[in-house]
């Protein structure tokens, strides 16, 4: 083993930490040290590629949205509304509505109601 000045850039770098531990045979005042046991510990690479990823923003989550059969429908249609009888209508808002409160509720996000200003707002100063 070298020691630690004698080690090139790139091993010392490579290095995350050391363990020395002395070996003793006997007891007492018949203990003595017969020698030492010496661990080296290496940085871990692959952990380190991973927060380089995630700090250059390599990576991202995924999000798949599943479709029901109306939705699939509509979309395969193009969204043409004009065909629909005014039932047709009142049940797609229902069915979107449906789908809009569940998304918000899937996320945890609780509607809120709009809060309008009867004026604008005045510093009291």
Same mark, same amino acid.
């Given at each position: ?29 018949? #203990?003595?040290? +017969? ?6 510990? @290496? ?5 380190? &590629? *991973?927060?380089? %990823? ?23 249609? #193009?969204?043409? +509304? ?6 047709? @209508? ?5 069915? &979107? *509505?449906?789908? %809009? ?25």
């Amino acid at each position: 083993m070298k020691d630690i000045p004698d080690l090139d850039a790139d091993t010392a770098r490579n290095i995350s930490g050391f363990d020395f531990v002395t070996l003793y045979d006997g007891e007492g005042d018949q #203990k003595h040290a +017969f020698g030492q046991l010496r661990k080296i510990r @290496l940085r871990d690479s692959l952990k380190a &590629l *991973e927060l380089e %990823g995630r700090h250059q923003k390599l990576f991202t989550d995924k999000v798949e949205h599943g479709l029901d059969e109306e939705t699939r429908r509509l979309a395969a249609r #193009k969204l043409d +509304f004009s065909g629909f009888s005014d039932t047709e @209508l009142e049940e797609v808002i229902r069915s &979107l *509505e449906a789908v %809009g409160s569940g998304c918000s509720e899937q996320r945890g996000v609780q509607e809120e109601p709009a809060v309008s200003a009867s004026e604008p707002h005045k510093d009291q100063g």
